[in-house]
C-alpha cells in the first residue's frame, strides 16, 4: 500500500526505509540482542537433545575481547537417524545467502527419502563460503555421520556429481533436492539468527509430523512416488530382450543423388526466407559497378569479355585506375601541368568506354535512337 497516496504525506525513501528498520527493531529486538542470546539458545537445545550436535565457532580480538559470532551447526540426532534409517545413501551439499545486512551463508546437507523427496540432515551458519568454512562443515557432518572412507555414498555438490558409488544406482545426477531445500526456507532467511534458526526448526518440525501421519495411512509398503514409476512398465534392457528365429533385416540402399548434399530446404516463393544470412536477389535489377549501367554486372563487362584493354591513336591505354593519382613531384607549375595531363588522359579514356558501353547495348550516342 502506497502511504503517500493514502495519507497524502510526502515521505522521501530514505526517511521510508529508517522508519521501517525502527519499528522491525522493536518488534524482532536489536542485532546484538539475538546474537547474545545464542548462548541462551543452544544450551536449551542440548538439554532438550542430548544426543544432537550442536556447534559454535567464535573469534576474539585477544584473550579478555568478547567473543564474535564466525559459525555455528545444527545437527538434530532425529534428522540424522531418520537419514541413516530410511533414506537413500545420496547427500546433496548446497549453500544460499542470508537475507540480512550483516551477510553470510547457510550450508546444508539435504538427503532423499524412500519416496523420493527432500530429507534435511544439517545446517550450518558460516562467514561466507570459502574453502575454510567447507572444511569446517563437511569435517562436522562426516564425523556426525560417521562417514569415513565413503565408500557405498553418492555425494552432489553445487557444481557437478562429486563422487559417483558403485552400490547406489541413482537416477539424481543433479543438485535439486538441495534447491528445494533453500526455496523451502526463504522467508526463513530473511530473518536474524535466533528467530532464523527456530522458523527452520519449526518447519521441519511440522514436515516430518505431516510425513509421519501420510505414510500411516498408505495400504502398500511401496512409496507412491515409486509405485507411479513402476507401473509406467519401461521396456528392459537389450540383454534380456527375446531371441526370435526371423532372418535379420538389413538397411535399405542408399540413393546417392546428384551434386552436393544440400542443408538447407529448398523454399518456395511464398515462403518467409528471412531467417537465412544471406539476401534473395530475386526482382533485383543487376548493374554494372563500373559506370552503373543494366543488363551486366562487374565481372560480364562487355568491354572485359572482347579484351583487358582499348587501342587509342597513341597507343594500347589500359583501363583507368580507380585510385588517387601520384602528385607531381616537381617545383612550381611543372609537376602540377603533369597532373592535369593525366588527368585529362583518364577522362578521355572513360568517355571512350561509356561509349562504347552504350553503343553495345544497342543505342547511338549521337541520336539517342535505337539501332
Known sequence: MDFQSKFYIPIARAKWYRVRSYALEKLRGSVEDHYALLGPYLAELRKKNPTSLFNIVCDREFTSAPPVFKRLYIGFDALKKGFLHGCWPIVGFDDCFLKTFLGGQLLSTVGIDGNNQMFPIAWA????????????????????????????????????????????????????????????????????????????????MQRMHMKREMVSKWSSDICPNIRRKLEKKPLTGKDTWPTVDTPHVLPPHVKKMPGRLKKVRRREVHEDDSHTSRYSKHGSIIKCQIYFLEGHNRRSYPLRTQGASTHVEEGQISQPNRGRGRRGSGRGGRGRGRGEEIQSSTIHVEAMHRERAMTLQGFSVFTGEET
Open 125 to 204: 551458519v558460516v562467514e561466507g563460503e570459502n574453502y575454510v568454512s567447507w572444511r569446517w562443515f563437511l569435517g562436522q557432518f562426516f564425523n556426525n555421520l560417521e562417514i569415513s572412507q565413503g565408500y557405498g555414498w553418492t555425494f552432489i555438490s553445487d557444481q557437478q556429481k562429486a563422487h559417483v558409488s558403485t552400490v547406489c544406482k541413482s537416477d539424481n545426477v543433479t543438485n535439486n533436492i538441495s534447491e528445494t531445500f533453500n526455496a523451502y526456507i526463504l522467508k526463513a532467511r530473511s530473518k536474524l539468527i535466533v528467530d532464523m534458526l527456530e522458523e527452520i526448526r519449526r518447519m521441519l
